[in-house]
């Protein structure tokens, strides 16, 4: 079974801090990767798909890589604000079309 | 229209309640997924389906009993379920296929079980 991971389970930053979220998988045959946002207790926001021959994807202040070799994503915000607040998932899509989410990040933005 | 509307937002049951959780999406999406979520803790797939057709039960206990009566309707049937059923419920859809199927989530339904 697909294992996901996510690193760090927390993190704290000031406003304005450019940040890293890390996703590491343990099958590299994974059709895509999502990106998720979901603020407590609410549903989930698509962020970001990564296909598995793409290596990268942006949108806004958004910017997403796959490397499916070393089994890792990243997710990149930039100039972060206080809005982004939240708990951020990875999701790694398998064949017969299953969906397994990472562990999440938790982050907090600091005015 | 890239909505998933689930139903109820919100249910308060007994362990001897017979009740009914509801997803509709009208993407054209014919896989379809329910996963459930246990406060901080990321969801965890329970069904799914794909073609109307359940292709995946991770060792859901039989009390959960889901439904796919048409391509855009999911159910999620409860019966006789146990405190520890209390959590946020999600669905999801996405085409089928290979590569480039953006998951689509709906709001979920919170399920508190007394």
């Known amino acids: 079974k697909q294992e996901v991971t996510q690193i760090p389970a927390a993190l704290s930053v000031p406003e304005g801090e450019n940040l890293v979220l890390n996703c590491s998988f343990t099958?590299?045959?994974?059709?895509?990767l999502q990106w998720f946002r979901q603020d407590p207790g609410k549903g989930l926001t698509s962020l970001l798909l990564?296909?598995?021959?793409?290596r990268e994807q942006t949108s806004g202040r958004l910017n997403a890589s796959l490397d499916k070799s070393s089994g890792r994503s990243t997710l990149y915000i930039a100039a972060s604000q206080p809005g982004d607040s939240a708990t951020y998932l990875c999701a790694a899509f398998l064949t017969g079309n299953q969906f397994y989410f990472g562990t999440g990040t938790s982050l907090t933005v600091i005015p | 229209d890239t909505e998933v509307t689930q139903t109820p937002k919100h249910l308060v049951m007994g362990m001897t309640n017979k009740k009914s959780l509801k997803c509709e999406q009208h993407m054209g999406h014919r896989a379809m997924y329910w996963y459930k979520q246990k406060a901080k803790k990321p969801p965890e797939l329970m069904f799914v389906?794909?073609?109307?057709?359940?292709?995946i039960n991770e060792s859901v206990p039989s009390r959960f009993s889901p439904e796919c009566p048409n391509s855009s309707l999911l159910n999620l049937h409860l019966h006789a379920l146990q405190p520890e059923d209390s959590a946020l419920y999600l669905c999801?859809?996405?085409?089928?296929?290979?590569?480039?199927?953006?998951?689509?989530f709906g709001q979920g339904t919170r399920l508190t079980v007394v």
């Open positions: 990564i296909q598995s021959s793409q």
């Open positions: 099958d590299s045959a994974i059709y895509n």
């Open positions: 389906y794909s073609y109307e057709k359940l292709s």
């Open positions: 999801a859809s996405s085409h089928l296929g290979q590569g480039g199927t953006e998951a689509f």
